[in-house]
C-alpha cells in the first residue's frame, strides 16, 4: 500500500496457528499515512457501534482475536484501532486496553491525527 492512501473493507491474509490454513481477515478502514515509510504497516481500524451497553460485551472478544492473529502474522508493530459510536462501557474499554487495542471516538474524529492521520 502505497503512503498516502487508503481503503474500505480490505481483507488481509493470516495464517491460522500452525501454519497450515489461510484466512481472510476483514478490516473496515486501512489508512496509510502520508509520513509513513514503504516498510511501515498502515493503520488498522475497525468501526464499532452499539445502540446500548449488552451487545458490545457479548461480542468483545473478536477483537481481541483479531489483534492476536494480526499479530501472531505480523508483529507487534500491527496499529489496530477501534473507531467507536454508541455505548461502551469502561468493563468494554478496559478489556481491550488490556489486549492492547486503542480507540477513537466518533464525536472525537480529529484524535486520529494522534495516529500519524
Known amino acids: 500500500m502505497l503512503p498516502g492512501t ?3 473493507r480490505l ?3 493470516i495464517l491460522l496457528q500452525g501454519g497450515t490454513k489461510q ?3 476483514p478490516i473496515d478502514i486501512v489508512i496509510k ?4 515509510s514503504p516498510s511501515q504497516l498502515p493503520l488498522l481500524i475497525e468501526a464499532k457501534s452499539a445502540g446500548d451497553y449488552t451487545n458490545p460485551n457479548k461480542r468483545r ?3 481481541a ?3 492476536a ?3 501472531n502474522n505480523y508483529g507487534e508493530n500491527v496499529r489496530f484501532i477501534l473507531f467507536l459510536c454508541g455505548y461502551f462501557d469502561s468493563g468494554y474499554l478496559g478489556y481491550e486496553a488490556a489486549e492492547g487495542i486503542d480507540w477513537v471516538w466518533e464525536h472525537r474524529i480529529e484524535d486520529l491525527a494522534l495516529f500519524g492521520i
Open 65 to 67: 482475536v483479531k489483534m
Open 6 to 8: 487508503f481503503s474500505f
Open 23 to 25: 484466512i481472510n481477515i
Open 33 to 36: 499515512p502520508i509520513q509513513s
Open 69 to 71: 492473529q494480526l499479530r
Open 11 to 13: 481483507n488481509i491474509p
Open 61 to 63: 472478544k473478536e477483537e
